[in-house]
């Protein structure tokens, strides 16, 4: 027997709780709202910020490798080409192979010195119950507050032959001269590793995460002194941080610009500012694009070799398997 037409169940409805009319599916019918996929709506969330990085991003990036297909010519002229012309240039000139070998130099120097004073802090921090934790944290990163130019500036009257370091030097008679502490690599390492020691205690903080209390007193409750602890308790699981610690400095230092090219002198060459050279000062934009897309090659494989070393801490050290999967 068919309901009468007016009745919820003719209207394809079912009772609900309570006698409530529920919709049943319909299938799809005309004029029935479908509820959307959930790709769908996640390609709608993520296409802002897919936007932002194709507009700020790509497009530079693409427009860099493209300069660097062109042809450069006498009074900063560009003739529009494809060519790898450029390239073999560059790769063929034994001045910017030393300019590569002078900026991994930098980055690997600032790199060690930076993990080597970053580390005792970051530990300090991450471990400490003092009431004054936030306190202490707020000082440790109150450097990046300050500008990197005023604070390479600083270090500038810090280090120069009538610096503070020198004058302070010849005062106590150690030294009948001032020492070579500006105008060269030295210099530049020093300014750096101070520059970047707040990403680096943030990074490790933040990497460790796996690092418990309750581990180094079972350690110690089993017989293992504190130099055992360390080395087979806590520098395992701290060193997912200090990675990420390493890799952000390494990269910072090696498109660094400021610090070399103040404290420096004009005597330390690295990419970023041989880059700057070529664009702005020789108007040589097809060499300064070839040598930038370089930069990014040399970004590529540190990538690659902290992801590798990642996985392979992960496994040496707690038979887990890290990185991308």
């Known amino acids: 027997m ?3 037409s007016g009745t919820p169940a003719a209207q394809g409805a079912v009772p609900g709780p309570k006698g409530a009319p529920h919709t049943a599916p319909s299938g799809g019918a005309p004029g029935h709202a479908r509820a959307p996929r959930p790709g769908r709506a996640a390609l709608m969330l993520l296409a802002p910020g897919a936007l932002a990085l194709l507009f700020t991003y790509a497009m530079p990036l693409v427009w860099v490798v493209r300069m660097a297909l062109n042809e450069p010519l006498d009074g900063g002229a560009i003739r529009q080409t494809l ?5 073999t240039q560059v790769l063929g ?3 910017y192979w030393k300019v590569i070998g002078q900026t991994l130099q930098l980055g690997v120097l600032v790199t060690v010195f930076t993990l080597l004073l970053a580390y005792p802090l970051a530990l300090f921090l991450a471990r400490t119950t003092s009431r004054w934790r936030s306190l202490l944290m707020a000082l440790a990163v109150a450097p990046l507050l300050i500008s990197s130019v005023a604070r390479t500036f600083g270090w500038m009257a810090i280090l120069g032959n009538q610096g503070l370091v020198n004058k302070t030097l010849q005062a106590l008679a150690l030294t009948d001269g001032p020492l070579p502490l500006a105008n060269n690599m030295t210099g530049v390492v ?3 590793v101070e520059i970047y020691m707040p990403f680096a205690i943030l990074a490790m903080i933040s990497g460790f995460g796996r690092l418990e209390p309750e581990l180094e007193r079972a350690a110690a409750s089993l017989g293992a002194n504190r130099f055992q602890v360390l080395r087979r308790v806590v520098l395992p699981l701290t060193l997912p941080g200090v990675l990420t610690a390493a890799l952000l400095v390494f990269v910072l230092s090696l498109s660094g610009y400021v610090t070399p090219r103040l404290i420096g002198g004009g005597r330390v060459f690295v990419l970023a500012t041989e880059i700057y050279d070529e664009a702005i000062t020789a108007l040589n934009w097809p060499v300064a694009a070839v040598l930038s897309v370089l930069l990014l ?8 070799l902290y992801q590798r070393a990642q996985r392979a801490l992960e496994r040496r050290f707690t038979g887990e398997k890290g990185g991308s999967r």
């Open 2 to 4: 068919s309901a009468p």
């Open 83 to 87: 060519t790898f012309g450029t390239f």
């Open 93 to 95: 000139d034994g001045h």
């Open 190 to 192: 020093i300014a750096s």
């Open 297 to 304: 090659v040399l970004f590529g494989i540190v990538i690659v």
